[in-house]
């Protein structure tokens, strides 16, 4: 079985700069690449810099991204996504329309004879417990329902700080990791899985612990990194900006 599994993509809404603008042209490319190519496609979570699913609205600036998707799902590859820490404001749109079934929290299969766990990690982090308080009260069904009042410009400007703050604390404090790995060690040695797959981090990384590995797919805002599990054997592949236009 070939699976491809890419993470934190934050595939943005807002062309802030050129580096924004240069990680949405390698996320279109390896995308387009990638049609045909793999017989599982693994979204594990901050795919999209925010989603939000207003009742009859769709933030246009995905579109190059979501017709990509969904070419990749016509050559026969199976798509599946888990929510992220940007991207988990989930209505019926995937489900619907392309359809793309969505997990909250984690993914499991067995593959070419590996048990795989597949979960983005934003839950793991040691000593968070801010973040914490935050994702359960932003999850809170009244809260989607406030920000569904409001017009979608003036939504998307609000969350423009917050989602780019975000993701530049995930730059400076690798020492999250340690979290991850903990968890991934907990899910080997108890639940005996082979794979613990994860992102989150933003920091590319295959580990041994005890007979599993804790895998991270690292990013697409700086390191361009995405996991192959083919024939049951886990490698870190870096796409290359080089390859734009191929």
């Not at 590859?77 to 619907?96: A, E, P, R, T």
């Not at 070419?112 to 979960?119: Q, Y």
Request: net charge positive.
């Amino acid at each position: 079985m070939r699976i491809c599994v890419v993470s934190d993509m934050h595939y943005p809404y807002q062309m802030l700069d050129e580096r924004d603008k240069e990680n949405a042209e390698l996320v279109l490319s390896f995308l387009t690449e990638a049609r045909g190519n793999y017989d599982m496609l693994v979204l594990n979570g901050d795919i999209f810099d925010l989603w939000f699913d207003w009742k009859y609205t769709i933030i246009k600036q995905y579109f190059p991204l979501l017709h990509r998707l969904a070419a990749i799902q016509d050559e026969g590859c199976k798509l599946v996504m888990i929510s992220g820490n940007h991207d988990f404001w989930f209505n019926d749109f995937f489900q619907k329309y392309l359809p793309i079934p969505i997990y909250d929290e984690s993914y499991n299969l067995i593959a070419d004879g590996k048990k795989i766990l597949f979960t983005h990690g934003d839950l793991h982090p040691e000593y968070d417990v801010r973040y914490k308080l935050f994702r359960r009260l932003i999850r809170f069904g009244g809260i989607k329902k406030i920000f569904s009042w409001f017009h979608p410009d003036f939504s998307l400007a609000m969350a423009a700080r917050l989602t780019r703050s975000s993701r530049m604390k995930n730059f400076m404090q690798p020492k999250k990791t340690v979290g991850l790995k903990k968890y991934a060690k907990y899910i080997i040695t108890k639940e005996k899985y082979d794979y613990v797959c994860m992102g989150h981090s933003h920091q590319p990384e295959i580990q041994e612990i005890e007979n599993g590995k804790y895998i991270n797919t690292g990013d697409w805002t700086r390191h361009h990194t995405y996991v192959e599990i083919i024939d049951g054997m886990v490698e870190i592949r870096q796409y290359k900006i080089k390859e734009i236009g191929k």
